[in-house]
T-cell receptor, first 114, second 114 residues
Framework: GDSVTQMEGPVTLSEEAFLTINCTYT??????LFWYVQYPGEGLQLLLKATKADDKGSNKGFEATYRKETTSFHLEKGSVQVSDSAVYFCALSDRGNAGNMLTFGGGTRLMVKP | DAGVTQSPTHLIKTRGQHVTLRCSPISGHKSVSWYQQVLGQGPQFIFQ???????GRGNFPDRFSARQFPNYSSELNVNALLLGDSALYLCASALGPTTNEKLFFGSGTQLSVL
């Protein structure tokens, strides 16, 4: 079945540091790929998505590129801020199913220190 | 506009009891999905409903059931609660049922089973 694996956290960075959170996936079809962010006490929010190979999703300075050859969708940001501290989830949705079910990775907690 | 609202926000039950969780989608959204998020893990898909019909079901026992009402709100029911059912239960709504639709998540109901 479908699965998503992402690097374990917590990831602790200083403000303005470069961020990479690794994500790899296994899927039988041609999935869409997503990054969601969860701030403390809140629900998940869509950060960015990519729907086909070589697409780059971007939002709020974050970006990720859909790499079919390496089955990866790594999240990057050039300069993190304290306000980026949250839990980040990589997810996929396999177009083979008729619904919009998401398969999530285990999440990576990011802590940014001033 | 109101986002996805869930009630109650917190709930404490004992083993063997039954629980009902409620979700109101964003106005105009006809698809509702339920996810279970165990502490420290990513959300796991439980159900999706669209236009009052079940469109998908995850790998959960029959103790879990759900329904969607004519106003598109939804209930998740769990019978014979087990300690392992303790989790954050997330509801997500979308305009339509497919992969291409953006999901909007509520803040969740935190269920503790003692």
């Amino acid at each position: 079945g479908d699965s998503v694996t992402q690097m374990e956290g917590p990831v602790t960075l200083s403000e303005e540091a470069f961020l990479t959170i690794n994500c790899t996936y296994t899927a039988t079809g041609y999935p869409s790929l997503f990054w969601y962010v969860q701030y403390p006490g809140e629900g998940l929010q869509l950060l960015l998505k990519a729907t086909k190979a070589d697409d780059k999703g971007s939002n709020k300075g974050f970006e990720a590129t859909y790499r079919k050859e390496t089955t990866s969708f790594h999240l990057e940001k050039g300069s993190v801020q304290v306000s980026d501290s949250a839990v980040y989830f990589c997810a996929l949705s396999d177009r083979g199913n008729a619904g919009n079910m998401l398969t999530f990775g285990g999440g990576t907690r990011l802590m940014v220190k001033p | 506009d109101a986002g996805v609202t869930q009630s109650p926000t917190h709930l404490i039950k004992t083993r063997g009891q039954h629980v009902t969780l409620r979700c109101s989608p964003i106005s105009g959204h006809k698809s509702v999905s339920w996810y279970q998020q165990v502490l420290g893990q990513g959300p796991q898909f439980i159900f999706q409903y669209y236009e009052k019909e079940e469109r998908g079901r995850g790998n959960f026992p029959d103790r879990f059931s759900a329904r969607q009402f004519p106003n598109y709100s939804s209930e998740l029911n769990v019978n014979a609660l087990l300690l392992g059912d303790s989790a954050l239960y997330l509801c997500a709504s979308a305009l339509g049922p497919t992969t291409n639709e953006k999901l909007f998540f509520g803040s969740g109901t935190q269920l503790s089973v003692l």
